[in-house]
């Protein structure tokens, strides 16, 4: 994307960008889309695997001329950095052994709250670790400036107003990690001096998905032995947290100091690394809610599940709520859990004794 020359000549001629040796990457590649045909011809006529990587910023609108690309193409989605990535977890708490329904223990790190808020401030982002806090904030709000003002623009050259763009990342933010209604972020909308039209609202929700800014937590309720009503709607996130505080102005010391919020936040926090550690154990991350109770998430893998309540604190009372609760969500499950854990900020990670792991984020890996 750095030469326009080079994007014009690849309208031209697709063939060109893919002359040279083997792998060949190709990033922003939807800046020129007709690559992907061109790729796909190719990888016929080579018959060879592992020849071409296309990565971008953001995924083109779909095209009736473009091939699916079916046995051809391997998706893998680009998260964040997690905290294990970024060298902040000790990882001693693996997220496939506690699927397979092993112990789990571990000291636990010396990082405080304040020290968890400022981790979840920065963001996942390789760009900030070696930034100042102050300024990986700042780089973080100069980030949804310039998606509201110009990415959600280039990417299908549609005019949306930066206005609305804002009061939409706006209210996602104040809702991350809820089940919040299109109805909810319309009312938030309006109450921030805007207003969309619900199949506006759609548009703009389908611009910041395929910008990979905002994601959904889809729901989970197969296995259900009752008749509860089972809710079906998907949670909400920014695809990271420190988003959610960039947009809500929020620094690590005013989240410490607003434990709702905080606890909010920090939820999507754990949602970005179980899914990062899900991804790389083949196994998928959803939520559970009906009722009579709900499940903050559940991550499967083939036949089993765990479920997992996500708690600030680690205080006694706080995770023997969470526990029963579980244990007897658990007791209606036509399969049972591969395991219970309830995911704190801070503390040891230890099995009690009636099952239920207890880990801190910062022990937590695949």
Known sequence: D??????????????????????????EWQLVPEVWNAVRHSVDERQASGQFILTGSATPTDDVTRHTGAGRFSRVRMMPMSLLEQQRSSGGVSLRA?????????????????????????????????????????????????IAGADIVTLDGVRRDPRKVSALIFALARNAGTYVTNRTLQADI???????????LDSYLDALARLWLYVEQPAWGQHMRSSAQVRRAPKRHLVDPSLAAAALGATPEALVADPETFGQLFESLVFRDLSIYAQAIDARVFAYQDTAA?????VVRGDRWMGVEVKLSGRAEIVDGAASGMLRLAERMRTPPSALAVVTATGPSYRRPDGVVVTSILDLGP
């Open 98 to 146: 506690l699927l397979d329904g092993e112990a789990a223990s571990s000291a636990g790190s010396d990082v405080d709250l304040l020290g968890v808020a400022q981790l979840l401030c920065r963001g996942g982002w390789p760009g900030n670790l070696e930034r100042e806090l102050g300024d990986a904030i700042n780089a973080n709000r100069d980030y949804l400036a310039t």
């Open 2 to 27: 750095a030469s326009p020359q080079l994007r014009v000549a690849g309208q031209v001629d697709p063939g060109l960008l893919l002359a040279g040796e083997t792998p060949r990457l190709i990033d």
């Open 294 to 298: 709900e499940l903050d998430a559940v």
């Open 190 to 200: 309006t109450g921030d001096g805007q207003n969309l039209a619900p199949r506006t």
